[in-house]
């Protein structure tokens, strides 16, 4: 089993910067892919980003690349999104899952966490 805590949503203007995290814990982590996904009201979970633990590769949803980035801190168990030049559609309830395999599909991620709220005013 794997325990995934997310934080640092918030309410921000367009334009600015948020970092979210992802505490993981439960089971070594290494070899699992961590996820991110939002979910806005009315709409199905979409992939963000994701990338490998053990080998930090990564890949971006086309809406993010170049605005957000997925990095991993090993020694703490917890991944990170950061977060730049939001947008008023980056409003969402943002999730962070693991899974096996690096995937843009929510359904191949086993674990999430509860998610935190991002809100970008315009």
């Known amino acids: 089993q794997v325990q995934l805590l997310e934080s640092g949503g918030g309410l921000v203007q367009a334009g600015g910067s948020l970092r979210l995290s992802c505490a993981a814990s439960?089971?070594?982590?290494?070899?699992?892919?961590m996820g991110w996904f939002r979910q806005a009201p009315g709409k199905e979970r979409e992939f963000v980003a994701a990338?490998?633990?053990?080998?930090?590769?990564?890949m971006y949803a086309d809406s993010v690349e170049g605005r957000f980035a997925i990095s991993r801190d090993g020694a703490k168990n917890t991944g990170y999104l950061q977060m730049d030049s939001l947008k008023p559609e980056d409003t969402a309830v943002y999730y962070c899952?693991?899974?096996?395999?690096?995937?843009?599909?929510?359904?191949?991620?086993?674990?999430w966490g509860q998610g935190t709220q991002v809100t970008v005013s315009s």
């Open positions: 899952g693991a899974g096996p395999q690096p995937s843009s599909s929510w359904r191949r991620y086993d674990f």
């Open positions: 439960g089971r070594t982590f290494g070899s699992y892919v």
């Open positions: 990338i490998t633990w053990n080998y930090g590769a990564t």
